[in-house]
């Protein structure tokens, strides 16, 4: 919080609510930096401690938020500390240089996400949650995308009737309007790329306004110098999706829909993103503390 990279993060945060952001792929992430922004308006304090007090705030709102869902499942205070451990512990080891404000807003409603897999009756809340995370990164596209897929593994059936249900009718329209948002906000508030990154690095990448096509980019990246880290990354990766597929089987159906989650988070990565970008794990990671709580609770029961 105290070097030059610190600034630069302020600096990546506050350019997207300016109007020119480092990249032209995140200037529809607009929820965090407007927060930013509101909390600067009055001279109070500088940018530097609105985003230390932004950042120390939903650390410590995410880890409250997730006690309070996993006290919802289980009375063990075991479980209830072993899985902000484990939370905590998953995310320091997935610390790489960038960390932006939507990131940080981005777990918020992962653990929501999580949380209504195993409490069904939040299901009510949950197109107007989705609908706020449109405003923050386009992972809530993902997400759409994902409870539309489990109502309709859950009602393969009747389709007919599923088509005419609140719920799956409003994640339809999120969906299009999250796309049209996320297309169109790139389209009419940016400005111009901050001189930070010398202007222009993705101008021509088109798909949603600005998003990268970055298969190619992703294979150069494995070149890049940082072999180690490169590496550490790869293995990791694999060893997850090797113990994912190994157990799918004995899994129960919201640990499989977990599983869903976690895998249609991870691949678009190396489709629309930069797989050294650890940051873009985060949703993946807050999925992947619920399936690790649910396994363990499990394995206790089955004992």
């Known amino acids: 919080m105290h070097d030059a990279n610190w ?3 302020v600096e990546g945060s506050f350019d997207v609510i300016n109007r020119t952001p480092h990249w032209r792929v995140n200037q529809s992430r607009l929820m965090g930096p407007a927060i930013l922004k509101i909390m600067t308006t ?7 401690w609105a985003l230390r007090f932004f950042s120390l705030f939903f650390i410590t709102i995410n880890n409250y938020f997730l006690a309070i869902c996993i006290s919802n499942l289980t009375n063990s205070k075991y479980q209830i500390l072993n899985t902000l451990i484990i939370f905590n512990s998953l995310f320091i080891i997935s610390q790489d240089v960038w960390l932006f404000a939507w990131d940080f807003i981005d777990i918020t409603f992962f653990i929501f996400y999580g949380f209504i897999l195993f409490k069904d009756e939040y299901f009510k809340y949950l197109i107007l949650v989705n609908f706020l995370h449109i405003f923050n990164r386009e992972s809530a596209l993902i997400m759409a995308v994902f409870f539309l897929f489990v109502l309709l593994s859950e009602n393969k059936n009747n389709i007919f009737i599923l088509i005419k249900d609140k719920l799956f009718l409003g994640l339809i329209f999120n969906l299009s309007f999250g796309l049209i948002y996320t297309y169109f906000s790139r389209k009419l508030l940016f400005i111009r ?33 940082e072999t180690v880290s490169n590496a550490l990354i790869i293995i ?6 090797f113990v994912l ?36 794990y985060f949703p993946a990671i807050v999925l992947l503390t619920y399936l690790i709580f649910s396994n363990s609770v499990k394995s206790n029961l089955n004992n």
């Open 42 to 48: 009055f001279g109070i304090i500088s940018e530097q």
């Open 236 to 241: 990791s990766l694999l060893i997850v999706f």
């Open 245 to 280: 597929i190994k157990n799918f089987k004995r899994f129960d159906s919201i640990q499989k829909k977990l599983v869903f989650g976690v895998v249609v988070n991870i691949l678009p990565i190396f489709i629309f993103g930069i797989f050294t970008e650890t940051r873009q």
């Open 7 to 9: 600034n630069t993060l």
């Open 193 to 225: 790329q901050s001189a930070l990154t010398g202007g222009g690095q993705d101008l021509d990448n088109n798909f949603l306004g600005g998003n990268f096509v970055s298969p190619m980019l992703n294979y150069s990246q494995l070149f890049n110098g």
